[in-house]
């Protein structure tokens, strides 16, 4: 067995494993698992929120979370040789530079949720669904993940957490990458609790915006905007695969397409075109395939859209040629944060 010493962001020592043999290759994959749960784990206890404030020792980890001593102590050393946080001495642990992105207020949500039930439970099923053609979610629970959520309190608050974690971080980099000098008003189309609008909102004092979802989402949405934004926010209540509200010279569309099939995905790039003026913009955030077969972040969401939802990702040409044939002419294409890219589209005047 091959390994090297190596240090991990913030000081922490860990050993990497370098895999020599097919074998080992594979169980370093198969040890996956116990990787992401154990992160998960950590994310869901809060434990860096806690390490943020000093170095704790184990037993006293374990009284302030309730947890039981010997369990946590094998979490947060699987973590530890992550890098995520360190041990200065035995059974002693701080959080390092990298283990910051687990708190709270960053990713720890999007962890949290990557380990939760309603997320991981499904992927059991992807050997059923690969011969059935049945999404593997509803395998699993009997209905879909936007009617699990709906039902679920404790399910739809870690999702929309998780959902709010990643979108704020998209949106930092979108409001960097984009220029929204030019426009009026933007509608977030899908937009859920309206995260991403209420960023860009921020950054941006001259805009109006609306967030367009179901009308449930929407009404859920509208005091958190107004308390932020006031008068400059409105919701909107609607099915977009119907009709988008008329208006906005800016339409956001993130991270949507890739929960539908190609056909219902052709109709909601249909319902943007025509809700945009000629000129208007779209600006898709998605994840794109690389050409070639690189197992890469976005292999692997192309195939949690498929375990989740049945949707899938897709490379560059064939968005390209779903927004011509929406009438919407792709200007620019630039990476955002890992696994996103901002499609910039404008919609082409008629005739």
């Known amino acids: 067995m091959a390994g090297s010493a190596g240090t991990a962001a913030g000081g922490c020592r860990a050993l990497r494993f370098e895999p020599s043999t097919p074998a080992e290759h594979l169980l370093d994959i198969l040890g996956g698992k116990a990787r992401v749960q154990a992160i998960s784990t950590a994310a869901a206890l809060g434990l860096a929120d ?86 593997a979610f509803v395998r699993t629970f009997g209905h879909g993940l936007y009617d699990h959520v709906a039902a679920d309190d404790a399910a739809a608050s870690r999702y929309d957490a998780a959902i709010d974690a990643f979108t704020r971080h998209e949106a930092e980099s979108l409001c960097r990458t984009f220029d929204f000098a030019g426009a009026r008003e933007v509608i977030d189309v899908g937009g859920g609790h309206g995260t991403l609008l209420l960023e860009v909102l921020r950054r941006n004092g001259h805009l109006r915006g609306v967030l367009f979802d179901l009308p449930h989402v929407a009404e859920r949405a509208l005091p958190r905007l107004r308390g932020e934004l006031g008068e400059r926010v409105r919701t909107h209540g609607g099915d977009f695969f119907t009709a988008i509200p008329r208006g906005a010279d800016v339409l956001l569309l993130k991270h949507v397409l890739h929960n539908w099939d190609d056909e219902r995905a052709a109709v909601l790039l249909q319902r943007c075109a025509e809700a945009l003026p000629a000129g208007g913009r779209l600006l898709v955030i998605e994840t794109i395939l690389a050409p070639d077969n690189r197992a890469d972040l976005a292999a692997m969401l192309d195939l949690e859209m498929m375990v989740l939802l049945g949707g899938r990702e897709r490379r560059k040409p064939e968005l390209r040629r779903m927004l011509a044939a929406a009438g919407l002419s792709l200007l620019s294409m630039a990476p955002l944060v890992s696994g996103s890219w901002l499609l910039v589209a404008e919609k082409r005047a008629a005739g």
């Open 50 to 135: 806690v390490l943020a404030n000093g170095p704790r020792t184990v037993p006293s980890l374990a009284q302030q979370l309730g947890c039981r001593e010997e369990v946590l102590a094998t979490v947060l050393r699987m973590v530890a040789g992550l890098g995520f946080f360190d041990s200065p001495e035995p059974g002693v642990y701080e959080l390092t530079e990298r283990g910051h992105v687990l708190k709270r207020d960053q990713l720890g949500p999007l962890a949290t949720f990557v380990g939760a039930p309603e997320q991981w439970d499904p992927w059991a099923r992807l050997r059923d669904a690969a011969c059935s053609g049945e999404v």
